[in-house]
């Protein structure tokens, strides 16, 4: 089992529509970054979480540490957000010393049509 | 300001090649982080420098190496190439690392083909 799963792996949208990508996990973390990537590549990272709530624009993200639990929701959606959306988390310190390791999700690719 | 620069961008290597890539940070940026993407494996750690220090390493063969210079660019090398290893390799860089408060910035990657 991947330390970091995500759900869907696809989804489609109708413009306009309120979307939701989620993210489990099974490690500690001490922080979770939802990246964006579209075709071509180039990877932009979206929101670094701790803990809570944060919201840009359209986008929101919040986490539930005790659950190991994060979603990413885009409100009324655009063809431009098509692109595949990746969780990713850095574990907590482990013995072995610090943690600077990011574990990836296998990203969920969303399309959203006109 | 510039953002994360790689080079080269796009090269074809044969089997038992070795290649370097490059990675230059955003200015002030101490931290470079390098990943491995394939469409089987997804996105994949490969090692973290900070300060010309490696402070971590993914479960990758020695076959790959990587090391920063004082002024923060980073390379990385995988000797003895295998087809397995054609990929999209990503730089990113941080003020101080992936964890804590700190964002992290993509390259646009080089993708190496190895044939």
């Known amino acids: 089992k991947n330390e970091v799963e995500q759900s869907p792996q696809n989804l489609t949208a109708q413009e306009g529509e309120f979307i939701t990508i989620n993210c489990s996990y099974s490690?500690?973390?001490?922080?979770l970054h939802w990246l964006q990537q579209h075709p071509g590549g180039g990877i932009v990272s979206l929101f670094m979480?701790?803990?809570g709530k944060k919201k840009h624009g359209r986008l929101i993200a919040t986490i539930n540490i005790q659950e190991k639990h994060s979603s990413l929701h885009i409100t009324a959606s655009h063809p431009r957000d098509s692109a595949v959306y990746i969780c990713?988390?850095?574990?907590?310190?482990?013995?072995?010393?610090?943690?600077?390791?990011?574990?990836f999700g296998k990203g969920t690719l969303l399309t959203v049509n006109p | 300001k510039a953002g994360v620069t790689q080079t080269p961008r796009y090269l074809i290597k044969t089997r038992g090649q070795q290649v370097t890539l490059s990675c230059s940070p955003i200015?002030?940026?101490?931290?470079v982080s390098w990943y491995q993407q394939t469409p089987g494996q997804g996105l994949q750690f490969l090692f973290e420098y900070f300060s010309e220090t490696q402070r971590n390493k993914g479960n990758f063969p020695g076959r790959f190496s990587g090391r920063q210079f004082s002024n923060s660019r980073s390379e990385m090398n995988v000797s003895t190439l295998e087809l397995g290893d054609s990929a999209l390799y990503l730089c990113?860089?941080?003020?101080?690392?992936?964890?804590?408060?700190?964002?992290?910035?993509f390259g646009e990657g080089s993708w190496l083909t190895v044939v």
């Open positions: 979480l701790s803990s």
């Open positions: 200015s002030g940026h101490r931290s």
């Open positions: 990113a860089s941080s003020l101080a690392g992936p964890r804590g408060g700190n964002t992290i910035y």
């Open positions: 990713a988390v850095v574990g907590v310190r482990d013995s072995g010393g610090s943690n600077y390791k990011l574990t």
């Open positions: 490690v500690g973390i001490s922080a």
